[in-house]
Protein backbone atom coordinates (compact mmCIF):
# COMPACT_ATOMS: atom_id res chain seq x y z
CA UNK A 1 0.00 0.00 0.00
CA UNK A 2 2.62 2.23 0.74
CA UNK A 3 4.43 2.15 -2.52
CA UNK A 4 0.92 2.63 -4.30
CA UNK A 5 0.59 5.51 -2.03
CA UNK A 6 4.29 6.73 -2.95
CA UNK A 7 3.52 6.48 -6.10
CA UNK A 8 0.11 8.97 -6.58
CA UNK A 9 2.12 11.53 -4.54
CA UNK A 10 4.89 11.27 -7.00
CA UNK A 11 2.81 11.23 -9.77
CA UNK A 12 0.89 14.45 -8.31
CA UNK A 13 3.47 16.19 -7.95
CA UNK A 14 5.18 15.68 -11.20
CA UNK A 15 2.36 17.08 -12.61
CA UNK A 16 2.03 20.31 -10.98
CA UNK A 17 5.54 20.37 -11.63
CA UNK A 18 5.78 19.25 -15.19
CA UNK A 19 3.49 21.63 -16.32
CA UNK A 20 6.59 23.88 -17.53
CA UNK A 21 8.11 21.04 -18.75
CA UNK A 22 7.04 21.62 -22.60
CA UNK A 23 9.03 24.88 -23.20
CA UNK A 24 11.58 24.86 -20.51
CA UNK A 25 15.41 25.18 -21.79
CA UNK A 26 17.74 22.28 -20.86
CA UNK A 27 19.79 24.06 -18.43
CA UNK A 28 16.07 24.73 -16.85
CA UNK A 29 15.19 20.88 -17.99
CA UNK A 30 18.35 19.37 -16.18
CA UNK A 31 17.72 21.42 -12.56
CA UNK A 32 13.80 20.39 -12.79
CA UNK A 33 14.94 16.70 -13.34
CA UNK A 34 17.08 16.57 -10.48
CA UNK A 35 14.74 18.18 -8.48
CA UNK A 36 12.24 15.52 -9.81
CA UNK A 37 14.47 13.03 -8.75
CA UNK A 38 15.35 14.35 -5.44
CA UNK A 39 11.96 14.19 -4.51
CA UNK A 40 11.52 10.89 -5.96
CA UNK A 41 14.23 9.50 -3.35
CA UNK A 42 12.65 11.42 -0.62
CA UNK A 43 9.56 10.01 -0.90
CA UNK A 44 11.35 6.42 -1.56
CA UNK A 45 13.35 7.62 1.73
CA UNK A 46 10.05 7.96 3.63
CA UNK A 47 8.46 4.46 2.29
CA UNK A 48 11.87 2.86 3.01
CA UNK A 49 11.71 4.64 6.61
CA UNK A 50 8.36 3.26 7.38
CA UNK A 51 8.61 -0.46 6.35
CA UNK A 52 11.85 -0.47 8.86
CA UNK A 53 14.83 -0.69 6.35
CA UNK A 54 16.97 2.05 7.51
CA UNK A 55 20.13 1.09 6.05
CA UNK A 56 18.07 1.64 2.38
CA UNK A 57 16.55 4.78 3.73
CA UNK A 58 20.08 6.32 4.86
CA UNK A 59 21.09 5.09 1.20
CA UNK A 60 18.35 7.23 -0.73
CA UNK A 61 17.96 9.81 1.52
CA UNK A 62 21.90 10.25 0.64
CA UNK A 63 20.79 10.74 -3.23
CA UNK A 64 18.06 12.95 -2.79
CA UNK A 65 20.23 15.18 -0.64
CA UNK A 66 23.02 15.10 -3.59
CA UNK A 67 20.06 15.90 -5.63
CA UNK A 68 18.46 18.35 -3.84
CA UNK A 69 21.31 20.22 -2.13
CA UNK A 70 24.38 19.30 -4.92
CA UNK A 71 26.66 18.55 -2.03
CA UNK A 72 27.69 14.85 -0.33
CA UNK A 73 25.33 14.49 2.72
CA UNK A 74 27.63 14.51 5.87
CA UNK A 75 26.61 11.26 7.34
CA UNK A 76 27.77 9.78 4.09
CA UNK A 77 31.16 11.85 3.42
CA UNK A 78 34.82 10.43 4.72
CA UNK A 79 36.77 12.97 6.25
CA UNK A 80 39.85 13.33 4.93
CA UNK A 81 38.76 11.99 1.55
CA UNK A 82 38.76 14.55 -1.35
CA UNK A 83 39.71 17.84 0.40
CA UNK A 84 43.44 16.88 1.18
CA UNK A 85 42.31 18.66 4.69
CA UNK A 86 39.87 16.22 6.51
CA UNK A 87 37.59 19.03 6.95
CA UNK A 88 34.44 17.72 5.66
CA UNK A 89 33.44 18.18 1.86
CA UNK A 90 33.26 20.80 -0.54
CA UNK A 91 35.79 23.04 1.52
CA UNK A 92 39.09 24.02 0.30
CA UNK A 93 41.99 24.32 2.48
CA UNK A 94 45.22 26.75 2.53
CA UNK A 95 47.30 26.03 0.25
CA UNK A 96 50.38 24.02 0.43
CA UNK A 97 53.75 25.14 2.06
CA UNK A 98 55.44 22.82 0.43
CA UNK A 99 56.23 23.84 -3.27
CA UNK A 100 57.15 21.73 -5.99
CA UNK A 101 61.05 21.90 -7.56
CA UNK A 102 62.16 23.24 -10.56
CA UNK A 103 62.50 20.11 -12.54
CA UNK A 104 59.22 18.69 -11.00
CA UNK A 105 57.95 21.93 -12.31
CA UNK A 106 59.31 21.27 -15.89
CA UNK A 107 57.80 17.76 -15.49
CA UNK A 108 54.84 18.48 -14.77
CA UNK A 109 54.57 20.57 -17.97
CA UNK A 110 56.79 18.25 -20.11
CA UNK A 111 59.30 20.51 -20.71
CA UNK A 112 62.86 20.41 -20.63
CA UNK A 113 65.88 22.38 -18.65
CA UNK A 114 66.37 26.00 -20.36
CA UNK A 115 62.75 25.94 -22.29
CA UNK A 116 62.11 29.57 -23.02
CA UNK A 117 59.02 31.75 -21.53
CA UNK A 118 57.02 31.11 -24.23
CA UNK A 119 57.37 27.46 -24.00
CA UNK A 120 56.37 27.64 -20.77
CA UNK A 121 53.73 29.42 -21.65
CA UNK A 122 52.48 27.69 -24.35
CA UNK A 123 52.41 24.14 -22.38
CA UNK A 124 50.94 25.83 -19.46
CA UNK A 125 47.84 26.98 -21.80
CA UNK A 126 47.77 23.26 -23.69
CA UNK A 127 48.01 21.70 -20.68
CA UNK A 128 45.05 24.23 -18.38
CA UNK A 129 42.80 23.83 -21.82
CA UNK A 130 42.95 19.82 -21.60
CA UNK A 131 42.92 19.67 -17.33
CA UNK A 132 40.58 22.59 -16.23
CA UNK A 133 37.90 21.74 -14.08
CA UNK A 134 35.16 23.15 -16.54
CA UNK A 135 36.07 20.90 -19.23
CA UNK A 136 35.84 17.83 -16.93
CA UNK A 137 39.42 17.90 -15.38
CA UNK A 138 40.33 18.57 -11.82
CA UNK A 139 40.97 21.58 -9.54
CA UNK A 140 43.64 19.41 -8.43
CA UNK A 141 45.40 18.98 -11.32
CA UNK A 142 44.81 22.62 -12.49
CA UNK A 143 46.40 23.88 -9.61
CA UNK A 144 49.61 21.82 -9.95
CA UNK A 145 50.13 22.99 -14.09
CA UNK A 146 49.41 26.58 -12.19
CA UNK A 147 51.95 25.83 -9.84
CA UNK A 148 54.43 24.64 -12.13
CA UNK A 149 54.08 27.50 -14.37
CA UNK A 150 54.72 29.86 -11.57
CA UNK A 151 57.68 28.05 -10.93
CA UNK A 152 58.76 28.37 -13.90
CA UNK A 153 58.20 31.66 -14.81
CA UNK A 154 59.90 33.33 -11.02
CA UNK A 155 62.91 31.12 -11.57
Not at 58 to 72: D, E, I, K, P, Q
Amino acid sequence: MAPLVAGLALLVLLVFIGRGYIRATPKNLAKRFRFAGGVALGLATLALLVAGRLAFAMLTAGGAWFLLLGSVPPWMSIPGIGTGQGRGPGTSGPPRTTSMSRAEALKVLGLEAGASEADIRAAHRRLIQQTHPDKGGTSYLAAKINEAKDILLKG
